[in-house]
């Protein structure tokens, strides 16, 4: 019986976009698959058209680089954070005017909506992570448990949690309704660098200074996996949409594309001259966005997410008895299964990555 790895069919780079003066920090594509934003340590804000020969936007506003950016569930709205210690609202059209919102009092890290578009979740050098109307622009709460710089902070698919991670080497889960703390990881032996959740809010993820990547199930509470497979920090990971693969980009200059049902590294990727500072999924998952340190934004077709709906079907079709349709737990596991514990192993991971795409 062939592995579903046996049937993929290798990324390929699509396209590449040029505009930014300094390191890109962050990426996101625009739920409407028509547009791309990028912010950099050039302070600006990108919004590539993904048309032919369509003409890119470039916004200035913040008055210090831009570390996070994340597009309104409708597309309408383009949010990002930045060092100057303000959030900003976008309209990603040719105007491009900007809303600022100012809470924070050291710079902010990252910046998310919520799935519902209604509120927006930030993290800060200044301990704490916040929550903020989009209706009302405005400061909501706070939450404030961490004792060092905070990374990274997202919602939950239902918005019901709050995930964060920092310097203190935590992993928090909060509780949106009671603003409380719920859960604390601290299997991080280094500052955690950045943390979300799969699409179906079953799992976290988290990411590490020490080039570790950590999933958690969040109805036991219990580590189910654990990768070393960078060589240097990982900067930001992304979960594809059915939650059987997922990309990290690292200091060490690599993409890395990890099966999470068979539980191993797959492809790496050499796109990028520096550190790949952001890697992203659209939101159907057919492509990923990539950028770095030498002020490159690279667009990659995904291409091995094909096979695996057929590959399931033929796996039914030769069973000697007729079944039941597939479920969608067949298709799309809700949850990887552990890996066994020779696949967490840097060197037995190096050996299984079976693809290197330059």
Not at 131 to 153: D, E, G, I, K, M
Not at 215 to 226: A, G, S
Not at 302 to 327: E, G, I, K, W
Request: aromatic fraction near 8%; charge should be positive.
């Amino acid at each position: 019986m062939p592995t579903m790895a046996s049937v993929l069919e290798d990324p390929t780079l699509e396209r590449h976009f040029k505009g930014h003066k300094d390191a890109v920090t962050c990426t996101d594509f625009n739920p409407n698959r028509k547009q791309l934003a990028s912010g950099s340590v050039d302070t600006s804000l990108m919004i590539w058209n993904l048309a032919p020969k369509a003409r890119a936007f470039r916004y200035v506003g913040h008055q210090d680089l831009i570390t996070g950016v994340q597009f309104s569930p409708s597309g309408h709205l383009v949010a990002t954070s930045s060092k100057d210690r303000t959030v900003r609202l976008w309209t990603p059209t040719m105007k491009g005017e900007s809303t600022v919102f100012k809470a924070h009092t050291a710079p902010v890290r990252s910046v998310a909506f919520s799935h519902d578009g209604q509120r927006l979740v930030t993290a800060s050098d200044d301990k704490s992570v916040k929550v903020w109307s989009v209706h009302r622009q405005c400061f909501v709460y706070s939450l404030t448990q961490h004792t060092n710089w905070v990374r990274c902070a997202r919602f939950s698919p239902d918005g019901r949690l709050v995930a964060s991670c920092g310097d203190d080497r935590t992993v928090r889960l909060w509780d949106t309704s009671t603003k409380r703390c719920i859960n604390c990881f601290t299997d991080s032996a280094e500052s955690a660098t950045f943390v979300g959740f799969n699409s179906s809010g079953t799992c976290i993820a988290s990411s590490g200074a020490d080039s570790s990547l950590k999933i958690w199930d969040l109805r036991t509470n219990k580590l189910i996996q654990q990768y070393q497979v960078h060589s240097a920090g990982i900067n930001s990971f992304s979960f594809h949409p059915s939650n059987n693969f997922l990309i990290s980009g690292s200091s060490d200059t690599t993409v890395k594309i990890l099966d999470l049902v068979e539980g191993r590294l797959i492809y790496t990727l050499h796109g990028h001259t520096g550190a790949v500072m952001t890697v992203t999924f659209s939101r159907s998952g057919d492509q990923f966005a990539s950028g770095g340190a030498d002020g490159q934004v690279l667009m990659w077709r995904t291409n091995f997410d094909r096979m695996s709906y057929q590959d399931v079907l033929q796996q039914h079709s030769r069973r000697a008895t007729p079944d039941p349709a597939p479920h969608l737990t067949d298709i799309h596991p809700r949850t990887p299964p552990p890996a066994p514990p020779a696949a967490l192993r840097h060197s037995d991971q190096s050996s299984s990555d079976r693809h290197s795409v330059h």
